[in-house]
C-alpha cells in the first residue's frame, strides 16, 4: 500500500461471535455504579392536604386503664430486735461450772430497752411510709385515669364536630409550602446484560439502591373555614429528616448498540425511578406533633393522613421522591491486534462501522523506517 505501509491480511469478526463472547463474559456478573449527588440538591415544596371521607375516619379511642397496679412493700421494713441476755452470773460451782447466783444488769437492760424501742420506731415509719407510697401510688393513677378519660371524651367530641364538617367538602383542609434537600448516594446495579440482535441490542436489569437523605422545613397553612382545627394544624409548622434507602425492584432495560470508530457504544433509555422512604414529611411532622400532644383529632393515622396529600408535590410529601435518570452511554472498546512477522511489525483497528468488526493489518511506520534503514 502508500504511504509506507503495506497490507498483510484482513480479519473479519462476526457480530454474532461478538455478542456470544460478550455474553459469556457478563454471565453472572453484576456491575455496579456509584452516583454521588455532591452537594445534593434543594426544590420548593408544595401540596394540599385533602378533607377525610367521613366513612374512614375512627373516632373512637383505646380503653382508658388504670396504668400500674400499687403496692406497699412491706418486705423492706425489716424489724429488727435486741434479744441479748443482760443476767451477770455471781458465783459459780467449782464442780461443774453452772451459775449459783445472778442478777440483772440494769444498765445492760438499760440500753437494750433504749436500741428496741429504736427499731421499733424504724419499723412503724417504714410501714406507714410503704402506706403513705400506696396511696400516693393510689391518687396519681386515679387523677391519671380520670385525665385519660377526660381526653378521650373531648376527641371523641372534636373527632365527630370534624367529620360532620369534612361531609361533601371539596376544599382542602391544609397548603404546604416549604423546601427540600436532598443529598447522598445512588448505586445503580447492572445485571443479567445480554447481547442480542447480532449484537445491535443489549438487554438487562438496572436495580437503583438508594442512600439518601432528605431534610426540609413545611409551613402548614390551614383553610380559613376550620375554626379551632385550623389553630390546631398550624402546630404542624416543623422541620423534617426522611432516610430514602430502600432498594427499587429491578428495571428491564433495552440499549441500542452503535458504532463508534474503533469500538462500540450502548445508549440506554432515560427513565423514572419513584424512591420511596419509609416515611414522608407530612406523616413525619403530623406523627412529631402527636408526640408533643397536638393531636387534632382527624380519626386517622399519620400514615392514613399523609395518603391525603396531592398537587404538585403530592407523592413527595407521601415520601415518594420521583427521579429522572438519564445514564450514560457504556462504551466497548474493541482492542488492537498487532503481529511481527521477520521482524516487521503489523498492526491494525477495529472498523465497527460495517455487518462485520474488521480488522485490517498494516505495517507500522516504524516498522517500515527500519527495514529502509
Not at 158 to 168: G, P, S, V
Not at 247 to 264: A, K, M, T
Amino acid at each position: 500500500g502508500g504511504g509506507g505501509q503495506s497490507g498483510l491480511a484482513v480479519i473479519e469478526i462476526s457480530r454474532d461471535a461478538l455478542a456470544e463472547a460478550f455474553n459469556l463474559a457478563t454471565a453472572g456478573r453484576r456491575f455496579a455504579v456509584s452516583l454521588d449527588t455532591g452537594a445534593g440538591f434543594t426544590r420548593p415544596v408544595a401540596g394540599t392536604l385533602q378533607a377525610p371521607d367521613p366513612a374512614q375516619m375512627s373516632c373512637e379511642t383505646p380503653d382508658c386503664a388504670l396504668q400500674t397496679e400499687c403496692r406497699a412493700d412491706f418486705s423492706r421494713c425489716q424489724r429488727k430486735q435486741d434479744i441479748r441476755d443482760c443476767t451477770t452470773c455471781l458465783f459459780s460451782n467449782p464442780l461443774n461450772d453452772r451459775c449459783v447466783s445472778e442478777r440483772i444488769d440494769t444498765a445492760c437492760e438499760d440500753r437494750k430497752a433504749r436500741l428496741n424501742a429504736s427499731y421499733a420506731s424504724s419499723w412503724e415509719a417504714c410501714m406507714a411510709r410503704e402506706e403513705r407510697s400506696k396511696r400516693d401510688c393510689d391518687l396519681r393513677g386515679q387523677a391519671a385515669l380520670q385525665y385519660c378519660q377526660q381526653r378521650a371524651e373531648r376527641y371523641r367530641s372534636d373527632c365527630e364536630a370534624n367529620a360532620r364538617k369534612f361531609a361533601n367538602r371539596e376544599a382542602p383542609l391544609v397548603r404546604f409550602l416549604g423546601q427540600a434537600h436532598t443529598g447522598g448516594t445512588l448505586s445503580a446495579v447492572y445485571s443479567e446484560l445480554r447481547a442480542v440482535k447480532g449484537m445491535e441490542q443489549v438487554k438487562g436489569l438496572l436495580s437503583i439502591e438508594p442512600s439518601l437523605t432528605m431534610t426540609g422545613t413545611l409551613r402548614a397553612d390551614p383553610a380559613p373555614d376550620l375554626g379551632s382545627l385550623g389553630d390546631c394544624i398550624v402546630g404542624w409548622d416543623a422541620d423534617f429528616q426522611i432516610e430514602i434507602e430502600q432498594p427499587q425492584l429491578p428495571r428491564r432495560l433495552v440499549g441500542n448498540v452503535q458504532s463508534n470508530g474503533e469500538g462500540l457504544a450502548v445508549s440506554w433509555p432515560g427513565l423514572t425511578l419513584p424512591l420511596s422512604a419509609e416515611r414522608g414529611p407530612i406523616e413525619a411532622i403530623i406523627a412529631g406533633s402527636r408526640q408533643a400532644g397536638a393531636d387534632c383529632a382527624l380519626g386517622l393515622t399519620p400514615t392514613q393522613l399523609a395518603e391525603l396529600s396531592t398537587g404538585e408535590d403530592g407523592l413527595l410529601l407521601q415520601g415518594v421522591l420521583p427521579l429522572d435518570l438519564q445514564l450514560e452511554r457504556s462504551y466497548m472498546a474493541l482492542p488492537r491486534v498487532s503481529a511481527a512477522i521477520d521482524g516487521r511489525r503489523f498492526t491494525a483497528s477495529a472498523d465497527s462501522t460495517g455487518q462485520h468488526i474488521r480488522f485490517e493489518l498494516r505495517e507500522s511506520d516504524s516498522s517500515s523506517a527500519t527495514a529502509r534503514n
